[in-house]
């Protein structure tokens, strides 16, 4: 099992930029895969982005493509990196991870372990 942690969030003015962090501690495995997801009020989780562990392949939803970056160090944390930030990208943010998996799934239940969750509000 797998602890991961948000942080980043907060108010932030349409155009904006914010980095989300994702720290992962306890059984990582090198055939891991972390995604970020979104929920926003009233609605379902929906897919952002995902990283494999090595961080050499990643996949996002056409509504982040060329805004948002998902990206690891080597430290066990994974980012977020949200620029041009539209009022549609509010929600809370949550990282989760699979195991033992070689393609980067894109729905929630594919996923095994989730964090708490972090809040993103864009201000038009």
């Known amino acids: 099992q797998v602890q991961l942690v948000e942080s980043g969030g907060g108010l932030v003015q349409a155009g904006g930029s914010l980095r989300l962090s994702c720290a992962a501690s306890?059984?990582?495995?090198?055939?891991?895969?972390v995604g970020w997801f979104r929920q926003a009020p009233g609605k379902e989780h929906e897919f952002v982005a995902a990283i494999n562990w090595s961080g050499t392949s990643t996949n996002y939803a056409d509504s982040v493509k060329g805004r948002f970056t998902i990206s690891r160090d080597n430290k066990n944390t994974i980012y977020l990196q949200m620029n041009n930030l539209e009022p549609e990208d509010t929600a809370v943010y949550y990282c989760a991870a699979r195991y033992t998996i070689v393609r980067l799934p894109t729905t929630p239940g594919e996923y095994d372990d989730w964090g708490q969750g972090t809040q993103v509000t864009v201000s038009s």
């Open positions: 306890g059984h990582t495995s090198a055939s891991s895969v």
